[in-house]
């Protein structure tokens, strides 16, 4: 079994910051991308951020200069540290990860964690 597990979502004031993580724990034989993704109420999920194993990172140019993805190979962790809040970044974030297990590879899913920016 693999989980991955969110935490750090809630509310703050628009320009404030927050910091979201993601552990994966299981039979994890090695991560390839992790990213993080959301999803507003009416709207299709998109890709916020995205980080591969070597450390490159690309981003949504909604949140180029404000958000940054980070990764720890060794903990198999994934943080995004949001600053500068916009109201429009309101949504459920969500962790993924790309794991190989010993079998086989494929794509993982956090629970979701909500991030309400409003004053």
């Known amino acids: 079994q693999v989980q991955l597990v969110e935490s750090g979502g809630g509310l703050v004031q628009p320009v404030g910051s927050l910091r979201l993580s993601c552990a994966a724990s299981?039979?994890?034989?090695?991560?390839?991308?992790m990213a993080w993704y959301r999803q507003a109420p009416g709207k299709q999920r998109e890709l916020v951020a995205a980080?591969?194993?070597?450390?490159?990172?690309n981003y949504v140019d909604s949140v180029k200069g404000r958000f940054t993805i980070s990764r720890d190979n060794a903990k198999n962790t994934v943080s995004l540290h949001m600053n500068s809040l916009k109201p429009e970044d309101t949504a459920v974030y969500y962790c993924?990860?790309?794991?190989?297990?010993?079998?086989?590879?494929?794509?993982?899913w956090g629970q979701g964690t909500q991030v309400t920016v409003s004053s």
């Open positions: 993924n990860a790309r794991i190989q297990r010993m079998a086989f590879t494929r794509d993982y």
């Open positions: 980080i591969t194993s070597g450390g490159t990172t």
């Open positions: 299981g039979s994890i034989f090695s991560i390839h991308a």
